[in-house]
């Protein structure tokens, strides 16, 4: 409904009535001013023909043209007469003023036409102006009171024409001045409407504005009693009196919600306290426990290359396998505890996302076919833009979750670009996720289905790491699920320039690549460890010197190390850090180090990153030690 | 006893004998009064007649001439104006006196009848004024005005010759103009005031009537001629003065006429009325710069010199 103001309201109610009747009554005393104005024109104009009849009289009678022409000449002189004619009775002019011969002419054919059949005078309206056709009659005196008076026979005729245009200019002036007047009044009684408006309407505006101000929460408004009318006063004092009760329960309520955020702090704070103390406590846990199990990896990979007897492997061979499991849980947690720490950062660059693709083919066709699932991986040749080793790990976790849910059916990876994007869409025709269940998933140690924790299942800690991994890579991940069906992980990565891919050799390349016996230097305050990893070492055809401390190496070595694997946490508060400086100053800085620790505490990890050596984390995994050997190897081979 | 006081005692015994035999009047005269018409004058002079009548003269008067054979028979007839006494005098049995119709009109009505036998006695007592004292009138108010000017047509009632040759008598000077239709009125007018002292008027519809007197009175007026009207009608109008006969003048004269026949048998010879009045206008005299004297010594005047107005 459209509204409208108090003013509009007011200006209606008071000056439309008031115009109407103004425009009204102007009009009515206008017409009836004009009329009398025109009326008197008729009058003005039949008394001047009249006499003018009556004077030429005795002209016309005498045929006294020289008289005639006076008379006419004296009618003509009288104001808005434009125009004077004496005629006889047979029509002939007598004598004029203000004719031409052709207007006369046509001036007497206007009027016999008018004057048909009338004896008496004739007033018509023509050529702009007041005609007037007046006959001239004898007067008559009483001569013969025994006789019937005589017929009066017209003797001629005059005729006066009267300019209108004096009359018209005062309708004109009489008009405007009305006008003006009448305009003036309307803006003065405009002005007072506008005047007593403003002093109902400023003090509601007044009003309006502190309850809005109320509204927005501004309680300490209140309003000045200025009105001088009664009923308004009323709601101020109404507004005031509401103001302050609101403004006593705010502070009631305030005060209630001080008391409950404080107690919601405390419990934060509380929460916070037992958080850290958690992390705490993982981090000294996993550091405690890497050690042992970095021993058990070492023996265990050790022990599985000396065994000949296939009863026994299958025995290391479980070893082995609950090492790895366990290995697994550990660099999750230690993932997660990296992420979180912000020490990973991404390292983006160009690459062919085929090519990742391939790796992660060959690592997933062997486990899915042996679950019995087709796994296919379709997309263009495209060059991304993002960090290869982060989303190669996010792909992984998908891929493995895939085919860890997918019981009968398929695995589909399938990429395209979309504009400056690349969709990447993870697909399995497995159990699915309920709507519920959807927003959990990316919480740590949640397992679908899983309520047994069969550690063939994994851990739960997947798609937590993915959350992760993406949010570091700055790209959006979405699920899409119907239960019984299957789902669909997709996520959106940059598209990539090919001119700027990089001409490092693929790393598949660099696996390919034997490497050849090294002298490696291992210190490490444990002695199990020592002898573990010495153990592993010498059965890949490596030599060992394996030392507890820092001075125990620089005794040791005899000559400069091929590779020194050191324990970041030595003994007497040294770190491997300082071990792998001390060589380095001995036998040059060239030597490739590796730094191992169980520690995952926040600051270890960070000073081991700023340190500049490659880092691993107990217990160490045998691929990646020996990949880190093959490129030392081929470090050293390259000419200095 | 000289001639002048024998006069005086015969008139004192012609009146005694006139009234005293007052048996003659108780009689049962009849008197129809025709009128010619319904006009208010005509009324008023039946009005007046009545009044100067005796009471013993019954009289009806008959306002509608056409009326007058249908009439009971009255002892005497009198028409009053010419259409009532054109019929009176050709339809009457008993005797008819007419009045209020000029000479000139009488004369030709009296013409048409003669021939017809055993006409009953018709009298006249006319209506204007004879030639003599018009200009008895004009010479005693305008004794310096010598050239009388006088417009006439056709249907004007007028002796011209009888006119000219009391003008001659009395040295004075008759210029006139006759007049062949209405239009040519005013330039005649105009030419006859270019020659004359003074306009005299006569009885002629067409030349003097209610609508063209006013125009004459001031072609005259501006030519600076008087004009002499035959009315008081005429006087009021502008006329300097006139000489005529009073409505009460003419009932007297009506009255002794009456009076003869009843001791005669017979009205009295057709006359002029024998009383007059003189009317005067010296305002209209004052603006064209002339003196006139009273009309008492006008009348006086006239009767000093004519002996009784005749």
Redesign the interface.
Known sequence: MKQYGIRLFIACITLVPLIVITVCLEAFFLHNYFSELDLHSVERGRLIASQFAASS??GV???NLQYLEDITRNVFKESDVSGAVILNSESVILSASGYTSGSIDKLLADLRYATTGKSSGVTRYGNGGLQILQPIL?????????????A??PIGAVIVELSLARTEKLKSEILWYTIATTMGFLAFISLIVFLVSRSITYPITKLSNVIQKIAHGNLETRIDSTSHMSELEVLSQGINHMAEQLQEERAVLQQKVDMATSDLRNSKEKAERANKAKSQFLAAASHDLRQPLHALGLFASALNERIKFPEVRHLVDNINKSVAALEELFNSLLDISRLDAGVIQPKFQHFRIKELMGRLSTEFEAPAHLKGLDIQFEGADIVAYSDPVLLETILRNLISNAIRYTRIGEVKVAWLSEGTQICIQVRDTGMGISEEDREHIFQEFLQLNNPDRDRTKGFGLGLAIVRRLCSLLKSTIFVQSAVGTGSVFQLNIRLGDETQISNNRSLLAQHLQNEPGMLILVIDDDYSVQEAMTALLKTWGHEVIAVGSIEEALKAIKRSPDAIIADYRLKKGRTGIEAVQSIHQIWGGEIPALIVTGDSTLDLLQEAQSSGYPFMHKPVNAAKLRAFLRSSSRHRSLPS | MSFSKLKKAAVVVWWLLVLAPNSCWSGDLRLLVVLSDTLPAYQSFANTLKQSLPESVQAIVLENPDEISEQPLADIVVSVGMKASSLAVSQSKVPVLVVMVPRTSYEELIEQKSGKDHAPSISAIYLDQPWERQLNFIQAILPTHFRIGILYSDRSLINMTFLRKEASKRDVKLITKRVLSEDELYSALDELLASSDILLAVPDNMIYNSNNIRNILLSCYRSGIPFVGLSQSYVNAGAIGAVFSSQRQLADQITESIRFFVQSGKFPQPNYSRDFTVSLKPEVARSMGIKLPTADAVKGNMYDVNGGGQ
Do not use: D, G, R
Not at chain 1, 138 to 150: K, R, S, Y
């Open positions: 009289e005795y009678v005498s045929n004898p007067e008559t005196v009483a001569l013969n009171e025994f006789e019937a008076v005589p009066i026979k």
